[in-house]
C-alpha cells in the first residue's frame, strides 16, 4: 500500500488511539456486554431447540460464530451464527443467527474515513483495494482481545438452561473467527472416553503445543512431561505421581482434586491454574513462577517452594499444611 510516512504515522497513532479506547471501554462495560451477549446466544439456543424438537436438526458439534469481512467493511458489525451436527461444513441443514457487536468493532469506522481522506490526498494513487487491504489488516489487531472476550462470556453461556437443554454430540466446539476461514477455539467438551496410556503417550510427544485437552481421572503417573505448553485443558482427578513437568508452561488449566507424589514442577510457568482439592506429597515447585492460581482446599506435604516467584493473586485457602512453608509475593512485585 502506497502510504507516504507522515500518512503511515497518522494511520499507526489513530488505530492505537481507538484500539486503546476499546480496551478501555471493555474493562468499564465487560459485565454488560457478557449479559448482552448470553441473552443473544439464549435466544439462539432455543431456535436450535424448537428444531431438535421438530426433528430437523440433529444433535449440535459446532457452534460458529464468524465475521464476514465484506461486512465490517460496509459497516455491519456482526457475527453470524451457525450450528452444524458432527459433519461440521457438510451439515447442509441451516440454522443461522446474528450477534450484534458493534460495541466492539464499530470504531473501525474511523479509520475507514481516515484511510478514505488519504485516498483522497494521494490523488487517488490509493486504490480502493489498497483501502480495504489496510482496513483488514487494521481489523484483525481486535481478533485476540474479542476471542478472550467472546472465552469469558462463554464461561456464563454455559451455565445457563438453554445451553443445557441443546442436545451436542460428546465432542462439542465453540469457535470463532472468519466465516468458513481461519478459526480459533473459544470452548470445547470432550466426553469421548479415554485410554491413559494413549493420553500419556500423546503428551509425551512433545507437540508444540496442546489446547483444549480433556483428560480427567487418568493414570499420568511416571509420565515425561517436560518443556510443554498447555492450554485451557483439564486434567481432574488425574494420577500425576512421579512426573515430570520441569520447564513447562501450563495457562488456565484444570488440577481439581488431582494426585501428586514426586512431582517436578521446577522452573515451570504456572498461570491460572486450580489445584484446588488435590493433594500434593513432596513435590517441587522449585524455580517456578506462578501467577493467578488457587491451591484451595488442598493438602500439601513435604512441598518445595524455594526460589520460587509468586507474581499476583495465588490462593492457599484453607490448605493442609504438613513439612510445608508457604511462599511470600515476590519482592520484585511488591515493589
Request: proline share 1%; aromatic share 14%; hydrophobic share 35%.
Amino acid at each position: 500500500m502506497n502510504l507516504t510516512k507522515s500518512q503511515y504515522q497518522r494511520l499507526i497513532i489513530k488505530s492505537s488511539e481507538i484500539f486503546e479506547q476499546l480496551k478501555s471501554e471493555l474493562e468499564v462495560n465487560k459485565d454488560r456486554w457478557m449479559n448482552e451477549f448470553v441473552l443473544c446466544m439464549q435466544d439462539y439456543c432455543r431456535k436450535i431447540i424448537k428444531m431438535q424438537q421438530a426433528g430437523l436438526k440433529d444433535t449440535i458439534g459446532y457452534l460458529n460464530l464468524s465475521l464476514l469481512r465484506t461486512k465490517l467493511l460496509s459497516g455491519e458489525y456482526h457475527i453470524r451464527l451457525d450450528a452444524y451436527n458432527d459433519q461440521w461444513y457438510s451439515d447442509r441443514v441451516e440454522c443461522t443467527g446474528v450477534y450484534e457487536v458493534r460495541h466492539l468493532y464499530g470504531r473501525l469506522d474511523e479509520v475507514i474515513v481516515l484511510l478514505e481522506e488519504m485516498r483522497k490526498e494521494s490523488f487517488d494513487s490509493l486504490t480502493f483495494g489498497d483501502i480495504h487491504e489496510r482496513f483488514f489488516h487494521e481489523s484483525h489487531r481486535y481478533f485476540v482481545t474479542v476471542s478472550e472476550f467472546l472465552r469469558d462470556a462463554t464461561k456464563e453461556f454455559i451455565k445457563t438452561e438453554e445451553y443445557k437443554t441443546m442436545k451436542r454430540t460428546p465432542l462439542f466446539h465453540i469457535y470463532f473467527g472468519e466465516y468458513q476461514g481461519a478459526l480459533t477455539i473459544i470452548y470445547k467438551e470432550d466426553h469421548e472416553p479415554k485410554e491413559s496410556k494413549v493420553v500419556k503417550r500423546y503428551l509425551e510427544s512433545k507437540q508444540e503445543v496442546y489446547t483444549y485437552e480433556f483428560c480427567d481421572g487418568l493414570d499420568l503417573a511416571r509420565g515425561d512431561f517436560e518443556s510443554l505448553m498447555i492450554t485451557h485443558s483439564s486434567f481432574t482427578g488425574c494420577n500425576f505421581a512421579m512426573s515430570h513437568w520441569q520447564g513447562s508452561k501450563l495457562l488456565l488449566c484444570d488440577f481439581k482434586s488431582a494426585f501428586f507424589h514426586y512431582t517436578n514442577f521446577g522452573y515451570t510457568e504456572l498461570t491460572q491454574l486450580d489445584f484446588s482439592d488435590a493433594t500434593l506429597e513432596f513435590v517441587s515447585f522449585r524455580g517456578a513462577k506462578i501467577k493467578n492460581t488457587t491451591f484451595k482446599n488442598a493438602t500439601l506435604i513435604g512441598i518445595d517452594f524455594s526460589e520460587v516467584l509468586i507474581l499476583e493473586n495465588v490462593d492457599f485457602e484453607n490448605v493442609i499444611l504438613i513439612d510445608t512453608t508457604l511462599p511470600r509475593l515476590s519482592e520484585e512485585v511488591r515493589t
